[in-house]
């Protein structure tokens, strides 16, 4: 019940493409839910996050889609670029615990240019 | 605004020893907090430190690991006799804030790679 679900493990996107990462989690008691961007050898840099109060954020070329009845949040990043190739993992967590975050798998993210 | 300093980056231990990974968290901050990623997996947080406090290690495996923040200096995660399954990235995190409507947000380090020979 603490998990969080990933997918695609891995995906492959033309320069100017529109890049669809997914996650679904359980816990209905998760209250904040973070994107995070991962470079090679880098540590995890916050991207955009969500509270479950609100439908959908955009912050430019990114944008969390939330849906609380069937538990799943989504990251779509609009006109993929090469420099967007990375790792890129949702988290969730409680309000209880906002340090504890339970992070997805992550998704490899390559875009072509 | 320096981010979050950890040190060393990369950490070659032979099986048995002790490996020590420091942390400086953002100025301002007094939240730190350790993760673990192993190769190819999320995240998976380990403990949470204040100022000479621990105040959640539920993510600490039970033996070997040790952590501290003390009043002075820089936060310590303590492996010792490491063995090949300790072999990660452990990354180091820190916040201004620890509450969920308080805008808190998390900063990570660049990490500490462990190899374990």
């Known amino acids: 019940q603490q998990q969080v679900k990933q997918s695609p493990q891995s995906l492959i996107v033309q320069k100017g493409g529109i890049s669809i990462i997914n996650c679904a989690y359980e816990?209905?008691?998760?209250?904040?839910f973070p994107w995070y961007q991962q470079f090679p050898g880098k540590g995890p840099a916050l991207l955009i996050a969500?509270?479950?109060?609100?439908s959908e954020k955009k912050e430019g070329r990114f944008t969390i889609s939330f849906n609380k009845s069937a538990k799943q949040f989504s990251l779509h990043i609009m006109d993929s670029q090469p420099g967007d190739s990375a790792t890129y993992f949702c988290?969730?967590?409680?309000?209880?615990?906002?340090?504890?975050?339970?992070f997805g798998t992550g998704t490899r993210l390559k875009v072509l240019a | 605004n320096a981010g979050v300093m950890q040190n060393p980056r990369h950490l070659v231990r032979r099986r048995g020893q002790e490996a020590r990974l420091r942390c400086s968290p953002m100025?301002?901050?007094?939240?730190v907090y350790w993760y673990r990623q192993l190769p190819e997996e999320g995240l998976k947080f380990m403990v949470y430190?204040?100022?000479?406090?621990?105040?959640?290690e539920s993510g600490m495996p039970k033996e070997r690991f040790s952590a501290e923040f003390p009043k002075e200096g820089p936060s310590i995660l303590r492996i010792q006799q490491v063995v090949r399954g300790d072999s990660a990235a452990y990354f180091c995190?820190?916040?201004?804030?620890?509450?969920?409507?308080?805008?808190?947000?998390?900063?990570f380090g660049e990490g500490s790679w462990l190899t374990v020979v």
């Open positions: 995190a820190s916040s201004r804030d620890q509450g969920l409507y308080s805008g808190n947000t998390i900063y």
């Open positions: 816990n209905t008691a998760f209250d904040y």
């Open positions: 969500i509270r479950p109060d609100v």
């Open positions: 988290a969730a967590s409680l309000a209880s615990g906002t340090y504890k975050y339970i």
């Open positions: 100025k301002g901050h007094s939240h």
């Open positions: 430190l204040q100022k000479e406090n621990i105040i959640d």
